[in-house]
């Protein structure tokens, strides 16, 4: 396998793993405490999560590794990563906050500050990357979504 590939299956690999744990979170939650929650009428299905996350943390790897690709020893690669990491943890921690504390309102303190962290980390992944830098751009729309999803969970509630 080329380094290329190598360190996509790792960053893909490793994106997963955060969005399964994430799902820990959110299980103990979707079914008896958001149930009872009033949402807006754009909130989605339940099932269209779970998809949505899979194909989102993928492609999210698949830019990762593609900037890793570039030489980790390069101080732009790294500050993109760094950005990326750092932006995979509040993405993480936002189910913990919102499904696992049941805190819709520090949720949506979390996800402002992961769609600000996610804005600079494309800027830094286009400096290395142009393809990793629009492999982000689904997710982004998929945060404010959700950003503004959660904003109105918290107004109904």
């Given at each position: 396998?080329n380094?290329?590939?190598?360190y996509i299956?790792?960053?893909?690999s490793v994106c997963l793993?955060?969005?399964?744990?994430s799902g820990?979170?959110?299980q103990?939650s979707v079914?008896?405490?958001?149930?009872t929650?009033?949402?807006p009428?754009f909130?989605?299905p339940?099932?269209?999560f779970?998809?949505v996350w899979t194909?989102?943390y993928?492609?999210m790897?698949?830019?990762?590794g593609?900037?890793?690709a570039?030489?980790f020893?390069?101080?732009w690669v790294?500050t993109a990563l760094?950005?990326?990491?750092?932006?995979?943890?509040?993405?993480?921690?936002?189910?913990?906050?919102?499904?696992g504390?049941?805190?819709p309102f520090?949720?949506?303190v979390?996800?402002?500050?992961?769609?600000?962290?996610?804005?600079?980390t494309i800027r830094?992944?286009?400096i290395?990357?142009?393809?990793a830098a629009?492999?982000?751009v689904?997710?982004?729309?998929?945060?404010c979504?959700a950003t503004a999803?959660?904003?109105k969970?918290?107004?109904?509630?």
């Open positions: 396998m380094k290329k590939l190598t299956v790792i960053a893909v793993v955060i969005g399964f744990l820990f979170a959110t103990s079914n008896d405490w958001f149930v929650l009033n949402k009428s909130n989605p339940n099932w269209i779970a998809p194909v989102l993928i492609m790897g698949i830019a990762a593609l900037v890793w570039k030489g020893h390069h101080l790294k760094y950005h990326f990491g750092f932006q995979l943890m509040l993405n993480a921690s936002w189910s913990i906050v919102f499904f504390l049941k805190e520090w949720a949506l979390v996800i402002i500050t992961l769609l600000i962290l996610l804005v600079l830094w992944f286009r290395v990357s142009n393809i629009w492999l982000l689904p997710y982004l729309l998929w945060v979504f999803l959660n904003y969970i918290w107004e109904l509630n």
